[in-house]
């Protein structure tokens, strides 16, 4: 292999080479999904709201009863994360998913409580948050509606309901794809938070309608708050709602904001998403010039 083409992850902290077998088949992430994660960005080797994302995970790791004690610090983590991040030689902005699962043993039940963790760090094509130019076309799955529970709010292993509908876009050539709690209403896509604009008031669905308590999310409503915005969290949207608005995005920690062209019938502005998305840079500039 050529040098410098090497790539490493971290195992319970320490660094092993890309492709080394690191698991046996009695991996509890393998066999039951027994785990959870979080994916974010990385601004050359500063993990954006890292303490949100380390909060988020130490709560669903109280709900799943994975001992939060045994999970480094966010000083130690973020502290091998830079390091994989400068051993991958990645030099603008990173993608980096830390998985936390049990320990092997046991069948359902478990034989320990303790955790393992896992960080994966890739390069992003591009440095800071860039609004997408051309809109996205979405459409919508009802073909295994994610039914609301105590882990429905984290990032958990068992994810059936992204990757069927994941596939059903891939199928339908969407751009992204819509998914229903048990209520039949939508409430985020594969992979990101669901928001949408009428009249100059943001919509977004609740935690309680079964979504992802995304970070990002968290950051819009933030900018929401500074800017005036009147915000209403909903029970979900009903197909009407979304093409009755002026405007549908959707967010995630990793991309920022995307914004909707097409859904249905109806075509969509991108006024809020620019806004929010030039907000958000003007937080990294912060971050470049130390403040």
Request: charged letters at 25%; aromatic letters at 12%; hydrophobic letters at 35%.
């Amino acid at each position: 292999m050529p040098p410098g083409t090497k790539k490493y992850l971290v195992l319970n902290g320490h660094q092993y080479e890309c492709g080394r077998a690191l698991f046996s088949s009695e991996n509890r992430a393998f066999r039951y999904g027994d785990g959870l994660f979080e994916t974010f960005r990385c601004h050359k080797t500063e993990p954006l709201f890292f303490d949100d994302h380390y909060n988020r995970l130490i709560q669903g790791m109280s709900i799943m009863k994975i001992t939060v004690a045994g999970l480094p610090t966010p000083e130690i983590l973020k502290e091998h994360i830079e390091k994989l991040i400068v051993r991958n030689r990645i030099f603008n902005d990173a993608r980096v998913r830390l998985t936390v699962f049990r320990r092997d043993g046991g069948l359902y039940t478990p034989e320990t409580n303790s955790p393992a963790w896992l960080i994966e760090a890739t390069p992003l094509e591009n440095k800071g948050f860039r609004l997408n130019e051309e809109g996205l076309k979405i459409g919508t799955f009802d073909g295994f509606p994610k039914v609301w529970n105590l882990t429905a709010p984290f990032k958990t292993l068992s994810s059936t309901p992204y990757i069927l509908a994941g596939i059903y876009n891939k199928e339908n050539h969407y751009d992204d794809c819509l998914i229903m709690n048990q209520n039949k209403k939508w409430i985020e896509s594969i992979s990101s938070n669901l928001f949408w604009t009428k009249d100059n008031v943001l919509f977004t669905p609740a935690i309680s309608a079964g979504c992802i308590n995304g970070i990002m999310r968290k950051q819009i409503l933030k900018f929401a708050n500074l800017n005036d915005v009147p915000v209403k969290e909903t029970i979900g949207a009903t197909t009407k709602e979304l093409l009755e608005a002026d405007e549908i995005f959707l967010s995630n920690s990793v991309s920022g904001v995307k914004w909707v062209v097409a859904f249905e019938t109806k075509r969509y502005y991108n006024r809020m998403p620019k806004a929010i998305a030039h907000w958000l840079n003007e937080g990294l500039d912060r971050i470049e010039a130390g403040g």
